[in-house]
């Protein structure tokens, strides 16, 4: 009857086990030896680390609470910009004072009569005195004088 | 809601206090063994101080919100790349005083100083000087290891990473990672092979 099979490490495998594990020893031995001075130098920088992480933490944690804020404040900043052009036109609907077509003009080229004006080439003077005579009278009838 | 936004504050320092101690404890578990393995690549005491903390300061800036599991292969691929710039940074520098005419001999200095050459006084018994010498052998050993073989080993035998983390910290293949492990083994076998009977 033949011995059973050796089950396990082979010797090679046996031998570098032990050589590891006596090394790994000495190493973690020669971890403890390290003097005081190494000792003090790693502990500083160990708390330099943590407080750049925190201040790291801090800002982020602040920058995110701040958010709500700053999009209410870009929020408001940007209904302000899109109402402003049109809180400003409403201040006076004319020409003169927006410096571009008013609804006055809107009117003038409503009416069928101006157009005709318009389209007359030669007597463009006219329309023009015509036009201003037009104002000025619906400014006067509106006022009741 | 003021009591809300009281809340988050507190909610937030709480959680910066937690991760800050995590952060703590694990470097300070690790720094003895980052400055050793710093040290027997550098072979100088206040390089391999620079090193860590360095990667001590660059995991913190950097990589403190991750999971703690991720932080030790990240701290070793952190302090590896630093001990390669600063020894590439030795070796232009070494190259640039070559050059020079006027260099100094400071390490012939070192070698012939009459206070590091004196023989200690301090009495040693027999035991613990047999395992000064032993580990004086060892470290000396591993200083002469290949670059690689020696991080490799340093890793996995001091720090305990497996064959993953080692590939993770060094940034190579796993399979890389056990062909270096064995040389460095090789070798380090060879050489201390009269220690160890």
Redesign the interface.
């Known amino acids: 009857m033949s011995p059973p099979a050796q089950v396990g490490p082979t010797p090679m495998n046996e ?2 086990s032990e ?2 594990k ?3 020893e ?7 030896r ?1 003097d005081g001075r ?2 003090s ?2 502990n500083q ?2 708390h ?3 407080e ?3 201040r ?3 800002s982020v ?1 602040r920058r995110f ?1 701040l958010m709500p804020a700053a999009g209410a404040v870009a929020a408001a900043l940007l209904v302000a910009f899109f109402l402003w052009p049109h809180s400003h036109s409403g201040v006076s609907l004319t020409a003169e004072s927006s410096g571009r077509p008013g609804v006055e003009d809107l009117d003038l080229f409503a009416d069928s009569d101006a157009l005709d004006l318009v389209s007359d080439e030669t007597d463009t003077g006219q329309f023009y005195e015509w036009a201003v005579d037009q104002a000025d009278s619906n400014e006067a009838s509106s006022t009741g004088a | 809601m003021p009591s809300a ?1 009281h809340g ?2 507190e909610l ?1 320092d709480s ?2 206090n937690s ?2 101690r995590a ?2 404890q694990f ?2 578990g690790v ?3 980052a ?2 393995i710093a040290q027997a690549a550098l072979r100088h ?1 206040d390089d391999a ?1 620079d090193a ?2 360095d990667a ?2 660059q ?3 950097a990589y ?2 991750r999971p703690a599991e991720e932080w030790k292969p990240l701290f070793y691929r952190i302090l590896e790349n630093r001990i390669r710039d600063m020894q590439r940074r030795r070796t232009v520098r070494g190259r640039v005083i070559s050059w020079l005419p006027f260099r100094g001999n400071d390490e012939d200095d070192e070698e012939q100083d009459p206070i590091a050459q004196a023989p200690s006084f301090d009495p040693q018994p027999p035991r613990k000087l047999e ?1 000064s010498e ?2 004086e052998a ?2 000396k050993a591993i200083e002469t290891l290949p670059r690689r073989q020696q991080q490799v080993f ?1 890793l996995r ?2 720090e305990g990473l497996d064959v993953a983390e080692t590939a993770t910290a060094m940034g190579c293949s796993e399979g890389s990672v056990k062909t270096h492990y064995f040389r460095a ?1 090789q070798t ?2 060879a050489q201390l092979g009269d220690f ?1 009977t």
């Open positions: 031998t570098t050589f590891e006596r090394t790994r000495l190493l973690e031995d020669s971890v403890q390290v190494i000792r130098r790693l920088a160990r330099a680390a943590i750049e992480a925190t790291r933490r801090s944690w609470t | 936004s988050d504050v937030s959680t910066t991760q800050s952060l703590n470097l300070a720094e003895l063994k400055f050793k005491e101080l860590v903390q001590m300061l995991l913190a800036r403190s919100d395992i032993t580990m060892l470290e340093m035998t001091l083994l380090l076998r160890w």
